[in-house]
Nanobody
């Protein structure tokens, strides 16, 4: 079993930056693909970014490419999402997730473990 706890959310002005962290418990986390998703008010949950268990491969949604960076430190059982040049449309609850299967990285149904989420609000 893996438990995920997000932190680092908050209120920031447009153009600002935040770094989200996802701390995992469970010895198998370092072998799992990890991802970030978000849900804006009134919208469906959407994929943001994912990273392979080695950290060598990353994948981003077009809407955040060039602004967000996903990384991980397996020694600390932690995944990060550095968010720069934030826009009001980035406002959402951000969720960390992890999976072991071969489902597409941008499909939330393929993820086995989820955190509770952290709120990110970007003011204009």
């Amino acid at each position: 079993q893996v438990q995920l706890v997000e932190s680092g959310g908050g209120l920031v002005q447009a153009g600002g930056s935040l770094r989200l962290s996802c701390a995992a418990s469970g010895r198998t986390f370092s072998s799992l693909t990890a991802g970030w998703f978000r849900r804006a008010p009134g919208k469906e949950r959407e994929f943001v970014a994912a990273i392979s268990w080695t950290g060598r491969t990353t994948y981003y949604a077009d809407s955040v490419k060039g602004r967000f960076t996903i990384s991980r430190d397996n020694a600390k059982n932690t995944v990060y999402l550095q968010m720069n040049n934030l826009k009001p449309e980035d406002t959402a609850v951000y969720y960390c997730a992890a999976k072991s299967g071969q489902a597409p990285w941008d499909s939330p149904e393929g993820y086995d473990y989820w955190g509770q989420g952290t709120q990110v609000t970007v003011s204009s």
